[in-house]
């Protein structure tokens, strides 16, 4: 039987207990609607942000307790990513997805304590990183005792402030046998190109996504936002709440004409 479609999407930080609760069974309802496999993904702490004074998020133990009571009440499987090898066995107390974001990607003890959890792991390949040399992250997290492994494509480095999107890196990825993941939103980044922030492109992204969804790529990672102009992280790239269930209807259209 063909594996559903699964989908890692939420607000890039925790902003709020009711925003994050308002968002997340907005998804419960559209993914349920759509039949996905669906993780809520929101960040307790952003600790690569541009400014020192830009907004990170709760914290380790303020953003775990919301995300256990989004889980909980709604009812949704969750993601979130650590920084630091000591938050994995804390972290892995609620997420079912552990995300190692792509600067930290040849981190090797965070890799090592990531896989110790068993959790399910998605590495986002580093903008600097060719997709072949994924091969070493693979092994650390293998040679760790976990196979459990998801490589998330999220836009290579292009020039200053820009990412570009190489299609034939995913297919590149697909040879090491663990899935591979889209980053539909990250890849329309521009990191720190408003001087103290990140900008972005996020009227792109759904272009990108459909051309993944062509290629033969099963999962996909969002940030979604009710209005993306005010949110407090990665808001110019992040896809419009109400947008959100007309692009997957779409993207699944296209999957199933690649499947058949």
Request: aromatic letters at 8%.
């Amino acid at each position: 039987m063909e594996k559903k479609m699964l989908l890692i999407a939420g607000p890039c930080v925790i902003e709020s207990e009711d925003n994050v609760l308002f968002i997340a069974k907005k998804m419960k309802e559209i993914t349920d609607k759509l039949d996905i496999d669906y993780y809520f993904k929101a960040s307790f702490d952003k600790a690569n942000r541009t400014s020192i004074t830009s907004y990170r998020g709760p914290g380790i133990d303020e953003g775990l307790r919301i995300l256990k009571k989004v889980k909980d009440e709604v009812g949704v499987k969750i993601a979130t990513d650590i920084h630091e090898p000591w938050q994995a066995e804390k972290v892995a107390e609620v997420a079912d997805i552990i995300q190692i974001p792509a600067f930290l990607c040849r981190q090797t003890d965070l890799l090592m304590a990531a896989a110790k959890t068993g959790k399910l792991i998605n590495v986002k390949k580093a903008q600097f990183l060719a997709p072949w040399d994924m091969a070493n992250v693979v092994n650390k997290l293998e040679e760790s005792g976990n196979n459990n492994i998801m490589l998330c494509e999220r836009g290579s480095c292009f020039g200053y402030n820009n990412l570009v999107v190489d299609m034939t890196g995913m297919i590149e990825m697909k040879k090491f046998g663990y899935p591979i993941v889209f980053d539909a939103t990250h890849s329309v980044q521009k990191p720190g190109g408003k001087g103290n922030a990140t900008g972005g492109n996020r009227e792109y992204a759904k272009y990108l996504a459909k051309a993944a969804a062509a290629i033969g790529v099963r999962a996909f990672f969002m940030e979604v936002h009710p209005n993306p102009d005010e949110a407090l992280s990665d808001g110019p790239n992040s896809i419009k709440l109400d947008d959100i269930e007309d692009l997957l209807k779409t993207i699944i259209k296209i999957a199933d004409v690649v499947k058949e």
